[in-house]
């Protein structure tokens, strides 16, 4: 069965450093998502990317955060400056349709665990 | 009005028993909830999930319940199992927006032998 992969599984990072987590959606996927959840509390929404670009983003989601498509495969989180509270697992997700059509699953990575130190 | 609530936070169960949890909504926009299942170092994986336009929806020992005017869904699992121990959320989104999920804070589900 086809599966979201995210490389690497763990990250471990001094403070202020910029990290990539990477991910590969399904292939046939359109539209794709980054939730982190901080450990121990709910999964929240970062992100989601449509047609080559930024289609929603939350709160999170600050100009410390940038989200790139570099080919036709990859999938991936930079995050610019880290900060402590950075830490989390995060998760990629993606669907097999874009915004505004009937939902579908959304099939989530197994994530990457951030440490920053 | 983004909120999902759910309860309880953590839940007992003796094998063979029924596991009930519970989640509440606001926003009336929602037309779509889901269950998802983590297991520890896992990424969250899609149980089942109904629309408003059924009040229950059944997949094996799963079933949702929903209530449109109460704005609350639940998830049943009969004849629980120590391999459903796991961490339960609750999600809502709706069709007319980006389809983001709305999560519940989570369940801890512990199925004792």
């Known amino acids: 069965e086809p599966e979201v992969t995210q490389t690497p599984s763990h990250q471990v990072t001094q403070m202020g450093q910029e990290v990539i987590l990477r991910c590969v959606p399904i292939?046939?996927?359109?539209?794709f998502y980054w939730y982190r959840q901080i450990l121990g509390q709910k999964v929240e929404f970062l992100v989601s990317f449509y047609n080559n670009e930024i289609s929603e983003k939350s709160e999170i989601f600050d100009d410390q955060f940038s989200v790139e498509r570099p080919d036709g495969s990859n999938f991936t989180l930079k995050i610019r400056s880290t900060k402590l509270e950075d830490s989390a697992m995060y998760f990629c997700?993606?669907?097999?349709?874009?915004?505004?059509?009937?939902?579908?699953?959304?099939?989530f990575g197994p994530g990457t665990r951030l440490l920053v130190l | 009005q983004q909120q999902v609530k759910q309860s309880p936070q953590s839940l007992i169960v003796q094998k063979g028993g029924i596991s009930i949890i519970n989640c509440a909504y606001e926003?009336?926009?929602?037309?779509?909830f889901p269950w998802y299942q983590q297991f520890p170092g896992k990424g969250p994986a899609l149980l089942i999930a109904i629309r408003p336009d059924v009040s229950e929806k059944k997949e094996g020992r799963f079933t949702i319940s929903f209530n449109k005017s109460a704005k609350q869904f639940s998830l049943h699992i009969m004849d629980s199992q120590p391999g459903d121990s796991a961490t339960y959320f609750c999600?809502?989104?709706?069709?007319?927006?980006?389809?983001?999920?709305?999560f519940g804070k989570g369940t801890m589900l512990l199925v004792s032998p």
């Open positions: 997700a993606s669907r097999e349709n874009g915004p505004f059509q009937p939902q579908e699953t959304q099939y």
């Open positions: 999600a809502a989104s709706y069709t007319s927006g980006y389809s983001t999920l709305t």
């Open positions: 926003n009336t926009a929602f037309d779509y």
């Open positions: 292939s046939n996927h359109l539209y």
